[in-house]
């Protein structure tokens, strides 16, 4: 589906991260965790042209589409023409798809995420408690920084539900096979989600499969153009 998303708002969540709100007439339902492909038509792009792809990092319950994403110190001309978008600029959308979505909730479920790639486990945690599911869920997140993306709502879902837990990591702190053992005593349970730039998943996957997990339990989400 086509859609034109006009910008109502737009919130700086940490130092160079800033989420985008959109509203999307006709777009009322998504499976939290899918993503949005949008196109931002603007003068002189670069070589990675005008269009890109961002998980939905809000609910459908929120009533607002929300992606969120970082500013580098020397972007593309398509986040630049993004951060500088005026409030109540109309783009172009296509979407939502994916299939990066938890599928029954009553299952154990180990997240990993790097930096940016916290979007898609707002959205699906979030979507969870709101129809009164268990967050049967580990949260692994690692950053550059201390500025965890989320973390106040992260915070406030581990207060409210004891079966969730979160677990942070700074760099140069990284996550550890142990960390994972210690989540996961029994590595063929588990559903696992991976969701970041490309190289820490992959890096990632790869750590999975050697320690035993079985294929078919890990579920990836690449964030590409990260490095
Ligand atoms: C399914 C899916 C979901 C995604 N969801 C998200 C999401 O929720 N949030 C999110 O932030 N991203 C998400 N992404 C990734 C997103 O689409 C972009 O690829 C990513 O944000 C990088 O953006 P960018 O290419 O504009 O580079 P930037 O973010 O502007 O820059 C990233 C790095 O690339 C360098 N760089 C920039 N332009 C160039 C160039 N022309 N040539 C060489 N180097 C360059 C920069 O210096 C910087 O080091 C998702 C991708 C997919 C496929």
Same mark, same amino acid.
């Given at each position: 589906?086509?859609?034109?998303?006009?910008?109502?708002?737009?919130?700086? %969540?940490?130092?160079?991260? #800033?989420?985008? #709100?959109?509203?999307?007439?006709?777009?009322?339902?998504?499976?939290?965790?899918? #993503?949005?492909? &949008?196109?931002?038509?603007?003068?002189?792009?670069?070589?990675?042209?005008?269009?890109?792809?961002?998980? @939905?990092?809000?609910?459908?319950?929120?009533?607002?589409?929300? *992606?969120?994403?970082? *500013?580098?110190?020397?972007?593309?001309?398509?986040?630049?023409? =993004?951060? $500088? =978008?005026?409030?109540?600029?109309? !783009?172009?959308?296509?979407?939502?798809?994916?299939?990066?979505? /938890?599928?029954?909730?009553?299952?154990?479920?180990?997240?990993?995420?790097?930096? /940016?790639? @916290?979007?898609? +486990?707002?959205? !699906?945690?979030?979507? *969870?408690?709101?129809?009164?599911?268990?967050?049967?869920?580990?949260?692994? &997140?690692?950053?550059?920084?201390?500025?965890?993306?989320?973390?106040?709502? =992260?915070?406030?879902?581990?207060?409210?539900?004891?079966?969730?837990? /979160?677990?942070?990591?700074?760099?140069?702190?990284?996550?550890?096979? %142990? $960390?994972?053992?210690?989540?996961?005593?029994?590595?063929?349970?588990?559903? #696992? +989600?991976?969701?970041?730039? %490309?190289?820490?998943?992959?890096?990632?996957?790869?750590?999975? =499969?050697?320690?035993?997990?079985?294929?078919?339990?890990?579920? *990836?989400? +690449?964030?590409?153009?990260?490095?």
């Amino acid at each position: 589906m086509k859609f034109n998303p006009t910008l109502t708002r737009k919130f700086e %969540e940490a130092p160079n991260t #800033f989420s985008f #709100f959109f509203e999307i007439e006709g777009l009322t339902s998504w499976q939290p965790g899918q #993503f949005l492909r &949008y196109t931002l038509p603007h003068d002189n792009p670069d070589d990675r042209r005008t269009y890109r792809w961002f998980t @939905i990092s809000s609910v459908p319950h929120e009533g607002v589409v929300r *992606l969120t994403t970082r *500013l580098a110190p020397e972007s593309s001309t398509f986040k630049q023409a =993004l951060f $500088d =978008l005026p409030i109540g600029s109309v !783009i172009e959308a296509e979407g939502p798809k994916g299939d990066f979505t /938890v599928d029954n909730p009553v299952e154990n479920h180990i997240f990993i995420a790097g930096g /940016v790639g @916290i979007t898609p +486990y707002r959205a !699906i945690l979030l979507d *969870l408690e709101h129809r009164g599911e268990p967050l049967n869920i580990t949260l692994l &997140y690692m950053n550059g920084d201390q500025d965890f993306v989320f973390k106040p709502e =992260l915070d406030r879902l581990a207060k409210s539900h004891p079966e969730f837990k /979160v677990k942070y990591f700074i760099s140069p702190e990284q996550i550890e096979e %142990e $960390d994972i053992r210690q989540s996961a005593p029994d590595l063929q349970k588990p559903i #696992f +989600y991976l969701s970041g730039p %490309e190289p820490m998943v992959e890096v990632y996957e790869k750590t999975l =499969l050697d320690m035993g997990v079985p294929n078919e339990h890990i579920k *990836l989400d +690449y964030f590409p153009g990260y490095e």
